[in-house]
């Protein structure tokens, strides 16, 4: 079970106030079967998961939010994107072929 603890995470989950990701996925979807993962790409205002899966959140807030940040940071360099995407597949199976259940 994924739980926020004050003590493992720098911030506790003090917009919905709950104790384990999994009441997050089932506030959003509340008949939600499938696997609960981080990361986890939340918009507190319509109360959606937006994204769960690493390389999209990084283009996301480099893309779509990078207007608002107050310092240019490019998180999805062009360069080396197609070595970013190999290295992160390649980690994904890895991991994602462990399968961890939260």
């Not at 507190?44 to 998961?49: A, E, G, L, R």
Request: net charge negative; proline share 6%; glycine share 2%.
């Amino acid at each position: 079970m994924c739980q926020f603890i004050e003590e493992r995470l720098p911030i506790p989950d003090w917009v919905n106030h709950t104790q384990y990701l999994q009441d997050i996925y089932l506030k959003v979807a509340p008949n939600y079967t499938g696997q609960v993962t981080v990361p986890v790409l939340y918009d507190k205002q319509s109360q959606k998961i937006i994204n769960n899966e690493s390389r999209q959140i990084m283009r996301i807030f480099d893309v779509e939010f990078g207007e608002l940040a107050t310092q240019k940071i490019d998180l999805y360099p062009c360069a080396p994107q197609h070595k970013i995407a190999q290295t992160d597949d390649a980690i994904y199976r890895a991991f994602c072929s462990s399968y961890l259940m939260f």
